[in-house]
Nanobody, 126 residues
């Protein structure tokens, strides 16, 4: 089992950057695929990015590709989401999650993730 705590959210102007962190408890962090999702008011939870256990492979939603970067540090039990060139439509609660999918490539559905953080709010003003 793993517990996840996000941090780093806030309010930023369009074009700005934020870096989200997801700290995990437990000694098995490296055995999980890590993902970031987001949920805006009145909308369904949306896949943002996923990273493989070894951090070799990363995958992104088309809406954030080229602007966001997912990474992880298994020694620190932490996953990150660097968000650049932020747009007002990126405004949402961002959640990190852990999954036991066989590969990160096919791990894009929220139902595949067993463990979730509480979320951190990101607000982008125009």
């Amino acid at each position: 089992q793993v517990q996840l705590v996000e941090s780093g959210g806030g309010m930023v102007q369009a074009g700005g950057s934020l870096r989200l962190s997801c700290a995990a408890s437990g000694r098995t962090f490296s055995s999980y695929i890590m993902g970031w999702f987001r949920q805006a008011p009145g909308k369904e939870r949306e896949f943002v990015a996923a990273i493989s256990r070894s951090a070799v492979s990363t995958y992104y939603a088309d809406s954030v590709k080229g602007r966001f970067t997912i990474s992880r540090d298994n020694a620190k039990n932490t996953a990150y989401l660097q968000m650049n060139s932020l747009k007002p439509e990126d405004t949402a609660v961002y959640l990190c999650a852990a999954a036991t999918c066989s590969s990160a490539y096919g791990c894009r559905q929220s139902l595949q993730y067993a463990y979730w953080g509480q979320g951190t709010q990101v607000t982008v003003s125009s």
